[in-house]
């Protein structure tokens, strides 16, 4: 090959190295982008074909490496809306354009990446700071279940969430083998018949022979609060009634409690051997549940208590007041819900994460942002071991110290290759001088 031959492969050489400081350049300049992957540089030979005793080494070319499946540093920001991805996986994430006449629309096909600092927009969708769209899978309210199992543009909703009446009561809880009244000698209730009352003026002597059920608020079809306000009253060995407040107001001869009639029966085990099913409508102080409420006994138990009282261990109901938007909260399983004024919680949607069988080879685009392509194959959906962090970022797995050591080598690497040429040429001086 001789003296051209080596300046040729010193060109390569020279090339190899200017691309891979082009890639080290990137890498610094993108140090602090969010969710950035670095480009690292691979070399390869180039061997001419020639005779087993002629092999010369050759020239040097270079290519990109990807590092999509290193992770950046997680950084904390603070902010709720803030995710990023604990093992394999990218956001799927759209694009937002118009048309001539206004209209905005997103694209159908996804884009994936790793950048999170998702923020709510005017419209309330989730968007990045390079203009990316969050995407995922919407949720029904109630049920939390995927709705039809479509990637689409995660949107808040932004109208209030309308009231529901309350429908069933959890009630669950010990009652005393010896109540409070038992042991103050006050004596015990009758068994009642469900609707039979309590006057107000009988209601000293009531509350000595009864205990409290406790108390929760219960809504009506307007989401009106009720506050239902219980009572045990033990008429036998094992046998209890259940009474509410009816009219908290009433006075003299005026009806004040209500009885629900025989509500839970147990064992000498404290076991619940039976349980009226309750299935009642509320009237408290003029206002009515409207339709029937299912209280559910089926957990009460009847055992020792020092205190002599109901020990309860979960009364709730299904029912809530209407409410306004007040706010946004992100899981760990990537489940987005809003935050309503009442202190409800509504699952909206789903995080859609999308993972790759060859994700070293999706195609890489602007802010972060890659596409499929034929060597990564389609996105396989689902977190599949892999876990959201919330209140932070991804950060760029490109390290400044690192780079800038590639950088001095590639630097001297030009310069010896550079060094070649040099001495190449002051050996075709000398050849021709020869000559000469």
Do not use: C
């Not at 093992?87 to 001539?100: E, L, P, R, T």
């Amino acid at each position: 090959m001789g003296i051209l031959g080596a300046m040729q492969t010193a060109v390569s050489g020279m090339q190899a190295q200017a691309y891979a400081l082009d890639n080290i350049s990137g890498n610094i300049a993108n140090s602090q982008t969010i969710g950035f992957k670095r480009i690292d540089t691979s070399f390869q030979d180039l061997v001419p074909d020639l005779a087993l005793s002629t092999r010369l080494t050759g020239g040097v070319s270079a290519i990109s490496q990807t590092t999509n499946a290193v992770a950046g540093a997680f950084r904390m920001t603070g902010v709720p809306t803030n995710v990023a991805i604990s093992g394999d996986g990218f956001f799927a994430v759209s694009k937002k354009s118009s048309d001539a006449t206004g209209t905005v629309s997103f694209s159908s096909s996804p884009f994936f990446t790793r950048r999170g600092d998702f923020s709510v927009d005017v419209n309330n969708h989730l968007v990045n700071g390079a203009g990316q769209y969050l995407m995922g899978y919407a949720v029904d309210p109630i049920s939390g279940a995927v709705k039809d199992g479509v990637v689409k543009t995660i949107q808040i909703p932004t109208t209030d969430l309308p009231p529901a009446a309350t429908t069933a009561i959890k009630y669950e809880g010990n009652l005393p083998v010896t109540p409070t009244n038992e042991m103050q000698s006050n004596g015990s209730l009758t068994p009642s018949t469900a609707g039979s009352t309590i006057a107000a003026n009988g209601e000293s002597a009531f509350l000595d022979k009864t205990i409290s059920g406790g108390s929760l608020t219960i809504y009506d079809t307007s989401g009106t609060a009720m506050n239902l306000q219980l009572r045990w009253a033990k008429t036998g060995a094992g046998q209890w009634d259940l009474y509410y407040m009816s009219d908290s107001a009433a006075t003299g001869t005026q009806a004040k409690w209500t009885s629900l009639g025989p509500s839970a029966t147990f064992n000498a085990s404290g076991k619940l051997t039976s349980a009226s099913p309750l299935s009642r409508s509320f009237t408290i102080d003029g206002k009515t549940s409207g339709s029937a409420i299912a209280i559910n006994l089926s957990n009460l138990s009847q055992y020792g208590d020092t205190n002599g009282v109901f020990r309860q261990s979960n009364i709730s109901q299904d029912g809530h007041s209407s409410a306004s938007l007040t706010n946004m909260e992100i899981s760990n399983q990537g489940r987005i819900y809003a935050k309503y004024s009442n202190g409800l919680q509504v699952p909206v949607a789903d995080i859609a994460i999308a993972h790759f069988n060859g994700e070293e080879a999706l195609k890489r685009g602007d802010g972060g942002a890659y596409e499929v392509s034929d060597q990564s194959g389609e996105p396989i959906y689902g977190l599949n071991g892999s876990s959201i962090m919330i209140n932070g970022v991804e950060g760029s797995n490109a390290d400044i110290s690192q780079e800038f050591t590639r950088m001095i080598a590639t630097q001297q690497a030009y310069s010896a290759n550079a060094k070649v040429i040099t001495t190449a040429q002051d050996m075709m001086r000398e050849a021709v001088n020869v000559i000469r």
